[in-house]
Protein backbone atom coordinates (compact mmCIF):
# COMPACT_ATOMS: atom_id res chain seq x y z
CA UNK A 1 0.00 0.00 0.00
CA UNK A 2 1.49 3.23 -1.04
CA UNK A 3 0.45 6.19 0.14
CA UNK A 4 0.74 8.55 -3.28
CA UNK A 5 -1.04 11.88 -1.45
CA UNK A 6 -0.59 14.08 1.83
CA UNK A 7 -3.18 15.87 2.90
CA UNK A 8 -3.08 18.77 1.45
CA UNK A 9 -1.20 18.07 -1.92
CA UNK A 10 1.25 15.23 -3.66
CA UNK A 11 3.63 13.62 -1.70
CA UNK A 12 5.96 14.72 -4.87
CA UNK A 13 4.26 17.60 -6.33
CA UNK A 14 5.24 18.51 -9.86
CA UNK A 15 5.79 22.31 -11.10
CA UNK A 16 3.12 23.90 -12.75
CA UNK A 17 4.15 25.56 -16.46
CA UNK A 18 4.54 28.95 -14.33
CA UNK A 19 6.55 27.61 -12.24
CA UNK A 20 9.09 26.23 -14.64
CA UNK A 21 9.00 29.56 -16.21
CA UNK A 22 9.75 31.17 -12.82
CA UNK A 23 12.77 28.38 -12.18
CA UNK A 24 14.07 29.10 -15.46
CA UNK A 25 14.11 33.13 -15.17
CA UNK A 26 16.00 32.78 -11.68
CA UNK A 27 18.40 29.64 -13.04
CA UNK A 28 19.53 32.29 -15.86
CA UNK A 29 19.66 35.08 -12.92
CA UNK A 30 21.52 33.12 -10.97
CA UNK A 31 25.17 34.31 -11.41
CA UNK A 32 24.42 38.21 -11.03
CA UNK A 33 22.58 37.23 -7.74
CA UNK A 34 25.27 35.30 -6.62
CA UNK A 35 27.83 38.61 -7.85
CA UNK A 36 25.78 41.01 -5.90
CA UNK A 37 25.56 38.96 -3.08
CA UNK A 38 29.24 38.51 -2.90
CA UNK A 39 29.86 42.51 -3.05
CA UNK A 40 27.07 42.98 -0.42
CA UNK A 41 28.79 40.74 1.83
CA UNK A 42 32.37 41.65 1.25
CA UNK A 43 31.60 45.17 1.23
CA UNK A 44 28.74 46.12 2.80
CA UNK A 45 30.69 48.73 5.53
CA UNK A 46 31.69 50.65 2.40
CA UNK A 47 28.46 50.34 0.55
CA UNK A 48 26.90 52.29 3.57
CA UNK A 49 29.37 54.64 4.12
CA UNK A 50 29.34 55.98 0.01
CA UNK A 51 25.42 56.25 0.96
CA UNK A 52 26.02 58.55 3.75
CA UNK A 53 28.85 60.53 1.98
CA UNK A 54 27.64 60.02 -1.66
CA UNK A 55 24.66 61.34 -3.61
CA UNK A 56 23.78 58.62 -3.54
CA UNK A 57 21.01 58.78 -0.49
CA UNK A 58 19.99 62.57 -1.99
CA UNK A 59 18.35 60.57 -4.96
CA UNK A 60 16.04 58.11 -2.86
CA UNK A 61 13.21 60.39 -3.51
CA UNK A 62 13.06 62.76 -6.67
CA UNK A 63 10.50 64.83 -5.75
CA UNK A 64 12.70 66.16 -2.45
CA UNK A 65 15.95 68.27 -3.68
CA UNK A 66 17.02 68.88 0.36
CA UNK A 67 16.57 65.76 1.50
CA UNK A 68 18.13 64.08 5.02
CA UNK A 69 21.44 62.33 3.44
CA UNK A 70 21.84 60.58 6.48
CA UNK A 71 18.09 59.10 7.05
CA UNK A 72 17.57 58.04 3.01
CA UNK A 73 21.16 56.60 3.25
CA UNK A 74 20.09 54.49 6.31
CA UNK A 75 16.66 53.58 4.09
CA UNK A 76 19.36 52.87 1.25
CA UNK A 77 21.16 51.02 3.63
CA UNK A 78 18.07 48.93 4.94
CA UNK A 79 16.94 48.13 1.15
CA UNK A 80 20.15 47.03 -0.05
CA UNK A 81 19.97 44.35 3.18
CA UNK A 82 16.71 43.38 2.44
CA UNK A 83 17.67 42.59 -1.32
CA UNK A 84 20.45 41.05 -0.02
CA UNK A 85 18.08 38.26 2.29
CA UNK A 86 15.89 38.13 -0.79
CA UNK A 87 18.52 36.99 -3.24
CA UNK A 88 20.21 34.71 -0.32
CA UNK A 89 16.28 33.02 -0.44
CA UNK A 90 16.57 32.43 -3.90
CA UNK A 91 20.19 31.02 -4.44
CA UNK A 92 19.86 28.76 -1.29
CA UNK A 93 16.77 27.30 -2.88
CA UNK A 94 18.09 26.92 -6.04
CA UNK A 95 21.36 25.18 -4.83
CA UNK A 96 19.10 23.00 -2.69
CA UNK A 97 17.12 21.88 -5.70
CA UNK A 98 20.14 21.49 -7.64
CA UNK A 99 21.36 19.07 -5.07
CA UNK A 100 18.58 16.99 -5.19
CA UNK A 101 19.17 16.19 -9.21
CA UNK A 102 19.26 12.26 -9.01
CA UNK A 103 20.79 12.21 -12.63
CA UNK A 104 24.89 13.18 -13.30
CA UNK A 105 24.61 14.14 -16.32
CA UNK A 106 21.55 16.41 -15.76
CA UNK A 107 23.59 17.64 -12.87
CA UNK A 108 26.35 18.26 -14.27
CA UNK A 109 25.02 19.97 -17.55
CA UNK A 110 22.65 22.71 -15.17
CA UNK A 111 25.78 23.37 -13.38
CA UNK A 112 27.63 24.17 -16.46
CA UNK A 113 24.99 26.19 -18.09
CA UNK A 114 23.73 27.99 -15.10
CA UNK A 115 25.66 27.84 -11.63
CA UNK A 116 29.12 28.40 -13.28
CA UNK A 117 27.24 30.96 -16.24
CA UNK A 118 28.22 29.45 -19.19
CA UNK A 119 26.64 29.76 -22.43
CA UNK A 120 24.67 26.89 -24.30
CA UNK A 121 27.57 26.44 -26.34
CA UNK A 122 30.37 26.08 -23.70
CA UNK A 123 28.19 24.11 -21.78
CA UNK A 124 27.81 21.47 -24.96
CA UNK A 125 32.09 21.55 -25.14
CA UNK A 126 32.38 20.32 -21.48
CA UNK A 127 30.60 17.12 -22.50
CA UNK A 128 33.08 16.61 -25.33
CA UNK A 129 32.08 15.16 -28.90
CA UNK A 130 30.75 12.17 -27.93
CA UNK A 131 27.71 14.02 -27.30
CA UNK A 132 25.55 15.56 -29.07
CA UNK A 133 24.00 19.27 -28.65
CA UNK A 134 20.86 18.22 -28.70
CA UNK A 135 21.12 15.97 -25.70
CA UNK A 136 22.93 18.14 -23.92
CA UNK A 137 20.46 21.01 -24.50
CA UNK A 138 17.67 18.26 -23.74
CA UNK A 139 19.16 17.30 -20.31
CA UNK A 140 19.64 21.59 -19.48
CA UNK A 141 16.18 21.39 -20.03
CA UNK A 142 15.01 18.45 -17.66
CA UNK A 143 17.47 19.62 -14.95
CA UNK A 144 15.19 23.00 -15.00
CA UNK A 145 12.15 21.17 -14.83
CA UNK A 146 13.46 18.49 -12.09
CA UNK A 147 14.55 22.07 -9.81
CA UNK A 148 11.37 23.20 -10.49
CA UNK A 149 10.00 20.12 -8.88
CA UNK A 150 12.21 20.16 -6.34
CA UNK A 151 11.75 24.01 -5.16
CA UNK A 152 7.96 23.02 -5.21
CA UNK A 153 8.48 20.13 -2.84
CA UNK A 154 11.01 22.40 -1.02
CA UNK A 155 7.70 25.37 -0.25
CA UNK A 156 10.17 27.68 -2.46
CA UNK A 157 7.09 29.25 -4.31
CA UNK A 158 4.91 29.39 -1.22
CA UNK A 159 7.70 31.49 0.27
CA UNK A 160 8.38 33.36 -3.38
CA UNK A 161 5.03 35.75 -3.31
CA UNK A 162 7.68 39.07 -2.61
CA UNK A 163 8.05 41.45 -5.46
CA UNK A 164 11.02 43.59 -5.77
Given at each position: MAV???????LFPV??????????????????????MDEYENHRKEMEQVAIDGEVARRIDQDELHADKTANAV??????????????????????????ILDDDVKKATKYRFFEGYSMKETCLFFGYDEKDSTIKRRVREGITVIANNMKLLG?????????
Open positions: AEWEEGAASKAEIARTKALLQEYRKMRIVLLAEKQRWVYGQYQLRATALTRAHSLFFDKDGEKF
